[in-house]
C-alpha cells in the first residue's frame, strides 16, 4: 500500500491527526486500531471518547471494537492489517486483566457514541435550574414544527403588549400582515436557531457597518468564483456582440467584467441578457433583452453563443446566484427592519424556551445549546469542563466533514483547556469529499479550517489515506478521471471547495466496461426505467445470486423503475420509498377506522371483510353487497 507509513503514523497514539480517508480506505478499521491502541495506554476506558454522527456509525464501531476483543481466542489471522488489530485487541486485554477493567463483560465502559449523545449526557448530568425531570426528545420533524409554531403563535398574542407589539407590529406590516407566512418564517428560523442565536445577542451582530463589509466580502467571493467560471466559456466575441445592444447597460460591457464591487452591475447586465426570469438560459432574445429586429445579425450571432451555453449548468447557476446577492448598502428602513426582526425572533426563542419547559421535553437543537452553555466557563470554568477535562483524554471523531458550527463549537469548548504535548490527543477522521449533511448545515470549509489552522490549542497534523480497499482497479481509475474535472483545482474554506484526492486501488483486478454510460434527456423516463430493467435482468441472468443496488435521485425517480420490477417478477427491497399513507396495511386501517366511526359507510365495510384479517373473496363481497336495503 501506497499509504502504509501514513497509517502507521495515525497509530501514534501520542500525536493529534487529522485524517482524510476517501471512501473505501479503512478508515473505520484505522478507527479501531487507533481506538484499541489508546485503551493499551489509558488508566480507565472511559479516558477514550469516540463520536460519530449516526447511532448506526456507533453500533459498527462498538461491534468493531467487541468483535476485535473477543477474536483473542481465535487463531492469529493471516491479513497483515487484522494482524494489527489482532495484536492490539490481546494488549487491550491484557491491560483490562491488569486493572479489572471487565470490559467485555461491562462494553457500556466503552465511550463510544454520537455528538448529539455527548450533548445530551453532558445537559442530562449538568440541567438547567428549573429542569426537575430528564426532558424528552423530540424526534419527530412534526413534533418539532408544532412546538415552533406554537412559540410563533404565542409571540403574535404579545402583539398587545406595551413592550413588543411595536415590532411585532412592524414585522406583520412589512409581512404584508400575511400571518401563515409569519409562522412560516419562524419554524425555519427556529428549526436553525443553533447557527444565528448566539450572534444575534452579539453587540455587532446588527450593526450597518458590519453588516455592509460581511455583504461586500459575500460579493467579492461570488464574483471572483464567476469570473473564473466565466473566462472559460465566454470569449471577446460574445463581448463585442454585447456592445452592439440597445440597452445602454449591456452596452457597456466590452470585456470580461473582473470581481471588485465595481463589476458588480455589469455581472448583472450579462445575466439579464442570458438568463430568462426563471434563472434558465434565453431560448429567443428580443427588443425586451436588447435587441430589437433591426438587430437581427447580431441577435442570431448571439444565440448561437446562448445555444453553446445552454449545457454550463454550473455558469448558469452562478449568474442566476448573481441576482441574489446581498445589497451593498443598507438604508435606514432595512436597518430597522432587520432590527424589528431580531427582537421578535428573540421573544420567539423565549416563547419556545416556555414551550419546551411545559412540556418537560426539547429538540436536538436545545440539547447542544444547553450542553454548550453547561461547557462555558464565562466567569470561571464549570463544573463539567473541569470534570471532562480531568476524564477525557483523548477524543476521536468519525465523519467530521459532517459537523455543523454548532457541533464544531462543542467540540471547541470541550478540549479548550487541552495544551500540546499534555499526553491529550485528538484524532479526526473524515473525507470532504463526500460531505452529505448540507441539509442540517454541515460546513465542510471547518474541515478544512482544521487543517489549516487546528481547533482550540491543538493542531493536529494532516494524513492522506489513498488506497481503496472497496472497489477493483478499472472502477477506481475511472473515477480518478472523472472526478478530477468536476472538483475544484484549489480548496476554498470560505466557499467549502474541496480539490479532488486521487485513490489507487488495492486490487488489480481489471473489469472491462467496468463504468458504463447511459444518456437520457430530463423527459425520456420510461425509457430510462426500460434500460434499468435491462441491465438488471442481463446481470442477473450472469450472476443469480449477486446484489444490485439502484440509486436514484429522489423517490419520483422510481414512478416508473419499480412497477416494470414487479411485472417482471424480480423482487426487491426498498427503504423509506413507499409513504407510509400509501402502504396497504395503513390503507387496511384506515378503512377499519373508518367503518368504526361511521357504521354506515359501506365501502369501508367491504375494504374491513377483504382486510388480511379477514380475508374474504371477491365472490363474497358481491353476494354481500348485492342487498341495497342493508350495508352488508
Excluded at 167 to 195: C, G, P, T, W
Excluded at 232 to 260: C, I, N, R, W, Y
Amino acid at each position: 500500500m501506497n499509504d502504509q507509513a501514513q497509517r502507521d503514523q495515525a497509530l501514534d497514539v501520542t500525536q493529534s491527526y487529522i485524517v482524510q480517508a476517501p471512501a473505501g480506505s479503512g478508515k473505520t478499521e484505522l478507527l479501531t486500531q487507533r481506538y484499541l491502541k489508546l485503551l493499551t495506554t489509558c488508566s480507565e476506558p472511559e479516558n477514550i471518547i469516540a463520536m460519530t454522527f449516526t447511532n448506526k456509525a456507533v453500533d459498527e464501531l462498538t461491534e468493531r471494537v467487541l468483535s476485535a476483543l473477543q477474536s483473542i481466542d481465535q487463531p492469529r489471522p493471516e491479513e497483515i492489517h487484522k494482524q494489527v488489530t489482532y495484536d492490539l485487541a490481546q494488549a487491550v486485554m491484557a491491560r483490562s486483566d491488569e486493572r479489572n477493567w471487565q470490559v467485555l463483560n461491562n462494553p457500556k465502559r466503552l465511550k463510544i457514541s454520537t455528538i448529539d449523545g455527548l450533548s445530551s449526557l453532558i445537559s442530562s448530568r449538568y440541567p438547567s435550574k428549573t429542569q426537575l425531570v430528564p426532558r424528552q426528545i423530540m424526534a419527530a420533524q412534526w413534533q418539532r414544527n408544532q412546538a415552533y409554531k406554537q412559540a410563533a403563535m404565542q409571540t403574535l398574542l404579545l402583539v398587545d403588549d406595551p413592550q413588543h407589539s411595536k415590532a411585532i407590529a412592524h414585522l406583520l406590516l412589512y409581512l404584508d400582515n400575511n400571518v401563515e407566512k409569519f409562522y412560516r418564517l419562524v419554524i425555519h428560523m427556529l428549526s436553525k436557531r443553533d447557527q444565528w442565536l448566539m450572534r444575534l445577542y452579539r453587540g455587532e451582530a446588527l450593526d450597518a457597518d458590519v453588516l455592509k463589509n460581511s455583504a461586500q466580502k459575500i460579493v467579492i467571493q461570488h464574483l471572483s468564483h464567476l469570473e473564473q467560471v466565466a473566462k472559460l466559456h465566454l470569449d471577446q466575441s460574445f463581448f463585442e456582440l454585447m456592445t452592439s445592444s440597445a440597452d445602454s447597460e449591456q452596452a457597456q460591457v466590452d470585456k470580461l467584467p473582473g470581481h471588485q464591487l465595481t463589476d458588480l452591475a455589469k455581472w448583472q447586465a450579462i445575466e439579464s441578457l442570458c438568463l430568462n426570469k426563471k434563472g434558465l438560459w434565453r431560448k429567443k432574445l428580443d427588443k425586451n433583452c436588447g435587441y430589437p429586429v433591426e438587430l437581427k445579425a447580431q441577435k442570431n450571432a448571439l444565440m448561437e453563443h446562448l445555444q453553446v451555453l445552454s449545457t454550463q449548468d454550473s455558469l448558469r447557476e452562478l449568474l442566476h446566484q448573481v441576482t441574489q446577492l446581498p445589497a451593498l448598502d443598507f438604508s435606514k428602513i432595512q436597518a430597522d427592519t432587520l432590527t424589528v426582526i431580531a427582537q421578535v425572533l428573540k421573544l420567539c426563542v423565549a416563547q419556545l424556551s416556555l414551550h419546551f419547559e411545559q412540556k418537560q421535553a426539547h429538540d436536538f437543537i436545545e440539547v447542544a445549546l444547553n450542553a454548550n452553555q453547561a461547557l462555558d466557563d464565562r466567569s470561571s470554568v464549570s463544573d463539567i469542563a473541569l470534570f471532562l477535562d480531568y476524564q477525557l483524554q483523548h477524543l476521536l471523531i468519525d465523519e467530521f466533514q459532517d459537523t455543523s458550527a454548532s457541533q464544531f463549537n462543542t467540540i471547541e469548548k470541550l478540549i479548550k483547556h487541552w495544551q500540546p504535548n499534555d499526553g491529550k490527543t485528538l484524532f479526526l477522521v473524515g473525507d470532504p469529499m463526500q460531505s452529505i449533511y448540507r441539509f442540517r448545515e454541515s460546513q465542510v470549509g471547518l474541515f478544512l479550517q482544521v487543517k489549516v489552522s487546528g481547533i482550540a490549542n491543538i493542531k493536529p497534523s494532516s494524513l492522506l489515506l489513498s488506497t481503496n480497499f472497496r472497489s477493483s482497479k478499472s472502477i477506481v481509475e475511472g473515477n480518478n478521471r472523472f472526478f478530477q474535472d468536476i472538483f475544484p483545482t484549489h480548496e476554498d474554506i470560505y466557499q467549502g471547495a474541496i480539490a479532488y484526492s486521487s485513490s489507487q486501488a488495492a486490487s488489480n483486478t481489471i473489469q472491462h466496461q467496468a463504468i458504463n454510460f447511459h444518456p437520457f434527456s430530463n423527459d425520456q423516463f420510461v425509457d430510462e426505467a426500460q434500460t434499468v430493467l435491462d441491465i438488471v435482468e442481463s446481470t442477473l441472468a450472469e450472476r443469480p445470486t449477486s446484489k444490485i443496488a439502484i440509486l436514484v435521485r429522489s423517490r419520483t425517480h422510481l414512478v416508473e423503475i419499480t412497477p416494470l420490477l414487479k411485472q417482471h417478477n424480480i423482487e426487491f427491497e426498498s427503504l423509506k420509498i413507499t409513504p407510509l399513507k400509501d402502504h396497504l396495511l395503513t390503507r387496511d386501517l384506515f378503512s377499519l377506522a373508518r367503518a368504526l366511526m361511521h357504521l354506515g359507510d359501506k365501502l369501508a365495510w367491504l375494504s374491513v371483510l377483504r382486510s388480511p384479517w379477514c380475508g374474504l373473496t371477491l365472490d363474497d363481497l358481491l353476494v354481500l353487497s348485492a342487498d341495497d336495503s342493508q350495508i352488508i
